[in-house]
């Protein structure tokens, strides 16, 4: 078992930035993923809504809408922005993982060491359960940070995509693993391309290690660049986004997705279908950065 190890954050401004570099925190900016913090006032959750979104994404997000679930304390910055995503290992078989700017979301602390500098980093933000996730786990969930908003979309339009990479300290050991969850019109989307939830499993194959610390960033284990698409219920004209990440049962060890480019999928008129019912499986074709493969819809079971 690994020893529990809780770190102090630092705010993503110049004072906090100086102090975590005089530290040797922060890597080169050829190997690095810088994370921005975001106040919190009540236009919180609507600027992490829109940091979301893609280049001309085609999704309308309604005004007032967008709720966000997590702490955002002094001592305690759960989200945040993020920029410069470009991580590349000093192990030349591995891949060089790179996102356009986003969002992310984690069960701890947003800003980590740019360093793998702990075994097990555990910050406890007592933002409580997260009753989507926990169905989805099938386990209790802990310090839950989930970001949801009602959106629409141009007519035809049937699906919904996204980038993203989940990082965690507890790959690749721990048998009790966090839970991420993408949930579109309330079905989760978000599964490995052999179906497996976005949940470590121990010595996964879907994860990439960063145990020795070959990557710039504190996780033990990361996903490569992965995309989501989501399935939107034919039967609404408003549809519901939520996604988010937790603990679970206990609050030890975080974890983190980091997420961007949500878009709408391209709008088809005709010859098509009606999306099916949530709980019939369908297979849809998606590109994976670095890799393609199939996605398969997973009903949370």
Do not use: C
Not at 176 to 196: E, L, S, W
């Amino acid at each position: 078992m690994k020893k529990q190890h809780t770190v102090s954050l630092f705010s993503a401004n110049p004072m906090g930035a100086a102090v975590a570099l005089a530290l040797g925190l922060y890597g080169s900016s050829a190997s690095a993923v810088v994370v921005t913090t975001v106040a919190n006032t009540s236009s919180t959750a609507s600027v992490m809504a829109n940091a979301l979104l893609g280049e001309n994404s085609g999704i309308n997000i309604v005004a007032g809408s967008a709720t966000i679930e997590g702490t955002n304390t002094t001592s305690i910055k759960q989200y945040g922005t993020y920029s410069d995503f470009n991580l590349k290992s000093s192990v030349a078989a591995n891949p060089t993982l790179t996102m356009a700017n986003g969002v992310v979301l984690t069960s701890g602390a947003a800003v980590v060491p740019r360093t793998n500098t702990s075994t097990g980093l555990t910050t406890v933000t007592n933002s409580g359960a997260n009753a989507q996730l926990t169905k989805l786990a099938g386990r209790t969930t802990y310090d839950a940070n989930t970001l949801g908003f009602n959106f629409t979309v141009a007519e035809g339009v049937k699906s919904v995509t996204a980038k993203f990479v989940f990082a965690t300290e507890e790959f690749p050991d721990q048998t009790v693993t966090d839970i991420f969850g993408f949930f579109i019109d309330g079905v989760n989307y978000a599964t490995f391309a052999d179906g497996k939830l976005i949940s470590n499993a121990v010595g996964s194959s879907n994860f990439i290690s960063n145990v020795s610390g070959n990557y710039g960033i504190e996780y033990d284990g990361l996903t490569n660049v992965l995309t989501m698409t989501g399935l939107l219920n034919s039967l609404l004209s408003t549809h519901t986004l939520m996604f988010g990440v937790a603990d679970t049962s206990d609050t030890r060890y975080d974890s983190a997705v980091f997420m961007n480019s949500l878009m709408a999928g391209q709008a088809v008129t005709g010859g098509i279908s009606d999306v099916p019912e949530p709980g019939t499986t369908f297979l849809f074709g998606i590109a994976l950065a670095a890799a393609g493969v199939l996605r398969r819809k997973n009903t949370g079971k």
